[in-house]
């Protein structure tokens, strides 16, 4: 089975094992059935997730250009709490920004090699975590802005990490922690204007389950770039990775805006 097409971020769906999809513009691949099974990817251009111009991609799937001005990778995208909408202030587009940042956000703990605090729109929940790599996630708080989010997240800074250790998370090596009992620990330490948001559920506690026939003892990661054509044996999928037999991973995120083939076996 062949595919081509510009590459974007795979699709899931939140099951007893999650699944995976890779859409391009007249066909889709459902990951999951791949596994086990050889696949060739072959980088063949650029075209910008924005503008759709032949251009380099130069961050997050957009070009140089779209990536300086679109208001969808504005500064508050990661980091939340330089969010202005809240006070009628515009970064790049205030409409844009009303829309995404006046809108129900949750901050939460989730554990995908150590315990790590993250925020995220109320609708992206389980996608976030899925694209993450998280195998277990409970929520925080849910406030009604993105600002609040982003507060929130750097006071627990101060005791949680907020980046995700992509290789232990690929390798699983996930420390034994328990969130709910981290959870009924973080309520004094939120901001106080974040208390009244606090969500005292302790029994919505994620459990999330990748489609992974055995984890690498060591990882490097692809990059089309420097290898334009690469063949292996997919043992997994998780967060937004593609697992290799051979111990390559391909972080589909990171070539967004790039067109491939990609050729099953
Ligand atoms: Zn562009």
Redesign the pocket.
């Known amino acids: 089975m062949q595919y081509e097409g510009v590459l974007s971020k795979m699709e899931t769906e939140f099951a007893a094992q999650i699944q995976y999809y890779l859409t391009f513009e007249n066909s889709f691949l459902n990951v999951n059935q791949a596994l086990d099974k050889n696949i060739e990817i072959s980088f063949l251009g650029y075209q910008?997730l924005?503008?759709?111009?032949k251009?380099k991609i130069f961050r997050q799937g957009?070009?140089y250009?779209?990536f300086y001005s679109s208001p969808a990778v504005g500064d508050w995208i990661m980091r939340p709490e330089l969010s202005t909408a809240h006070l009628g202030i515009a970064d790049r587009d205030l409409d844009y920004e009303t829309r995404v940042q006046l809108q129900p956000h949750v901050v939460y703990l989730a554990l995908s090699s150590e315990i790590k605090v993250g925020v995220t729109r109320k609708t992206q929940i389980p996608t976030r975590w899925i694209d993450q790599g998280a195998c277990e996630a409970v929520s925080i708080v849910e406030v009604p802005n993105r600002y609040l989010a982003g507060i929130t997240e750097v006071a627990l800074k101060n005791h949680f990490v907020d980046k995700t250790n992509w290789r232990k998370m690929l390798q699983n090596e996930v420390l034994t922690l328990d969130l709910i009992a981290e959870k009924t620990n973080i309520f004094d330490k939120l901001p106080e204007e974040v208390k009244p948001y606090f969500n005292p559920d302790l029994d919505e506690h994620f459990v999330l389950k990748y489609p992974v026939l055995r984890y690498p003892k060591k990882v490097t990661g692809l990059n089309l770039d420097k290898t334009p054509n690469f063949t292996g044996r997919l043992i997994g999928i998780k967060g937004q990775y593609l697992i290799f037999e051979d111990g390559t991973v391909f972080n589909v995120r990171s070539f967004e805006g790039y067109v491939i083939g990609m050729n099953i076996l």
């Open positions: 910008c924005n503008c759709s111009k251009k957009f070009c250009d779209c």
